[in-house]
């Protein structure tokens, strides 16, 4: 069956340090990858797209990865900061736009 | 000026109600979308509308009917409401979907709650 999971529901980190997410997905095949964050209370905001035929994508301190013989995909943001805190959608899209599904989401809190 | 706007941002009804949200998005997309977003946080997609065409149709209770004015505009009509409806609703619009690698732009949600 069809499964995209993200790899907690939760992470707490130290401001600071380098916050990792992962997105994993079975039996999907997405030409696009695309991470959103969602604050409380409001709809989820477009941070990176990856294309299937790209291993790496970078915007300022975000970088997300996509391997898709693992069928997953990294999202990293280094030097974390508190209003980093938020929830952090990974979204598949199938590229034939008919489909695109998004992942449970992590709920990310950075200390201060 | 706000690019995917959404009515009410809060609405509190009776089971066997019909009610609508409305949607309208400023950014020149031809693509909108109806999303819910479940008590568990999931957004699962709903509806997809190219230039006033239904193009995606997931499997929702027929008593959910997007309907489509014109490009900038999707409502969504519910007739009558379970408690099961209870949830958050987002409006999205994108360039076009067709092709993919479009971002999708959402609205500030509706909170549906069904009492």
């Known amino acids: 069956s069809q499964k995209i999971e993200q790899n907690s529901e939760a992470l707490n980190i130290q401001e600071g340090k380098t916050a990792t997410l992962t997105c994993n997905y079975t039996?999907?095949?997405?030409?696009?990858l695309q991470w959103y964050r969602q604050d409380p209370g409001r709809g989820p905001v477009f941070l990176l797209l990856?294309?299937?035929?790209?291993k790496e994508k970078r915007k300022e301190r975000l970088k997300v990865t996509f391997d898709t013989t693992l069928k997953q995909s990294l999202f990293h943001i280094t030097a974390s900061q508190p209003a980093d805190s938020a929830t952090y959608l990974c979204?598949?899209?199938?590229?034939?736009?008919?489909?695109?599904?998004f992942g449970p989401g992590t709920r990310l809190s950075v200390l201060p | 000026d706000t690019a995917v706007s959404q009515t009410p941002k809060y609405l509190v009804t009776q089971m066997g109600n019909d009610k609508s949200i409305k949607c309208e998005q400023n950014?020149?997309?031809?693509?909108m979308y109806w999303y819910k977003q479940d008590s568990k946080k999931f957004l699962k997609i709903m509806f997809s509308?190219?230039?006033?065409?239904?193009?995606i149709n997931e499997t929702v209770p027929n008593r959910f009917s997007p309907k489509s004015p014109d490009k900038a505009h999707l409502n969504l009509h519910i007739n009558s409401l379970e408690l099961g409806d209870s949830a958050v609703y987002f409006c999205?619009?994108?360039?076009?979907?067709?092709?993919?690698?479009?971002?999708?732009?959402f609205g500030p949600g509706t909170r549906l709650t069904v009492l």
């Open positions: 999205a619009s994108s360039q076009d979907v067709r092709g993919g690698g479009d971002t999708q732009y």
């Open positions: 039996n999907y095949s997405p030409a696009y």
């Open positions: 990856i294309r299937e035929n790209e």
């Open positions: 979204a598949l899209d199938m590229s034939d736009g008919q489909n695109f599904v």
């Open positions: 950014l020149g997309h031809d693509t």
């Open positions: 509308y190219n230039n006033k065409e239904l193009i």
